[in-house]
């Protein structure tokens, strides 16, 4: 085989990984846009509404809930809202912001009590988070409170616990920022105190209040992003009272082990792989054919060269242009392939289940599009430099 042809076959391999990689990019879009689907919708909570717990004859049964939900402490519903999800509560106050309540990894976390607060809201200052989600799922619709008509049309809502059933009442939202110590660092508050380090705080912009509400003796506070400002925060500050409806006695299982998840995280964290990240990693090492198939071609030109003089005067000036350009080109691929072997070997379980993609499908996807633009770059200039080694050779003739 000559090494036209394999040159030929270099650059067909070559388009054919390129094409590829446009249909990566692709298929990767379509399944991101599916994907943003499945997760907003998700956040609705429509996979746990099947346990949220019922009154009956003013009684209420929680052991289903518990029972499905390990971890959680409660269930909060605001009337008229799409705040109606179970709360859970977790060793610290991320483990659930980027999970769910099966403590699967999820964007949309789950509404969660605050580590510091007992489970039982037996507090008088109770905190709960939860992520502001675009379509008004889990906490999005606590900025809607800033909008007066509709702060004084949903004031109403309930929280049940696993001994206790609770109205809720709104008294106010407020604008404030994820440091200020006077909302986020306490797990008690009185009237006096309310009105002192909250009412009164120039951190603090009280946006909407309720006039009828003149006292509390107990607070549940739902905290949110504000959306555009990274650190800015909307809460809502309600009352709680206790309600005459008796809960069930339930056998309260031992505590559950919360899983720390080292090396794999995301929606790989388990024994599963991803395809795509598999031909990420493939097409990534074979980005690097072209370079060894050029070079075989150069030393075959080289044999081919029946002049010695000549033969030195091309090699003279290929090592000048060429030698920078190759070598950093082939270094910079072989960087870039030994990256994506990295993450596949480091993050992909293959004796598990396949899946299509998951949280490092994007990086591995990156990787292989610095790697062709790499590749890219380098036979342009390989190009332009046979151009100027054929002028040459036929001035000398």
Not at 111 to 133: A, T, W
Not at 162 to 186: G, L, P, S, W
Not at 219 to 242: M, P, Q, Y
Not at 269 to 279: D, F, Q, R, S, Y
Request: net charge negative.
């Amino acid at each position: 085989m000559t090494a036209k042809r394999v040159l030929k076959i270099a650059n067909a391999v070559f388009a054919a990984i390129a094409t590829i990689i446009s249909l990566l990019i692709v298929t990767y879009a379509v399944i991101m846009i599916y994907e943003n689907t499945r997760v907003q919708n998700q956040a609705y909570g429509t996979q746990t509404i099947q346990y949220k717990p019922e009154v009956v004859e003013e009684t209420v049964s929680v052991d289903e809930l518990l029972e499905n939900i390990p971890d959680s402490v409660a269930w909060i519903t605001i009337d008229d809202t799409h705040i109606d999800y179970p709360v859970v509560q977790g060793e610290d106050d991320l483990y659930y912001a980027m999970r769910d309540v099966n403590k699967q990894p999820s964007l949309t976390g789950a509404v969660y009590l605050q580590s510091r607060n007992k489970p039982d809201f037996s507090q008088s200052y109770n905190l709960l988070f939860g992520h502001h989600m675009d379509n008004g799922a889990m906490f999005g619709d606590l900025t809607k409170y800033l909008d007066t008509d509709f702060f004084f049309s949903h004031l109403k809502g309930t929280l049940i616990t696993f001994d206790k059933v609770y109205d809720i009442d709104v008294i106010a939202v407020i604008e404030t920022d994820a440091y200020e110590r006077a909302v986020y660092e306490r797990t008690s508050l009185d009237w006096n105190g309310y009105e002192r380090t909250i009412l009164n705080n120039q951190n603090i912009n009280v946006v909407n209040t309720n006039p009828i509400i003149k006292d509390a003796d107990k607070f549940l506070v739902l905290s949110t992003c504000a959306g555009a400002t990274t650190d800015g925060r909307v809460l809502l500050i309600c009352k709680l009272t206790e309600t005459e409806i008796e809960v069930e006695p339930v056998t309260t299982p031992a505590p559950t082990q919360i899983e720390i998840i080292t090396g794999r995280t995301g929606d790989n964290a388990g024994h599963v792989w991803a395809l795509l990240n598999l031909l990420c990693m493939i097409l990534t090492i074979l980005v690097l054919l072209p370079y060894l198939l050029r070079e075989k071609e150069k030393k075959d030109r080289q044999k081919e060269e029946n002049d010695p003089q000549k033969a030195q005067e091309q090699q003279q000036n290929q090592q000048k242009k060429k030698k920078k350009s190759a070598l950093a080109g082939i270094i910079i691929n072989v960087v870039l392939a030994v990256i994506n072997i990295f993450i596949f070997i480091l993050f992909e379980d293959m004796s598990g289940t396949m899946v299509i993609y998951d949280n490092y499908t994007i990086w591995m996807i990156i990787v292989l599009g610095l790697a062709v633009l790499t590749e890219g770059i380098a036979t342009s200039r390989e190009k332009k430099n046979e151009k100027d080694n054929e002028g040459n050779r036929k001035i000398h003739v």
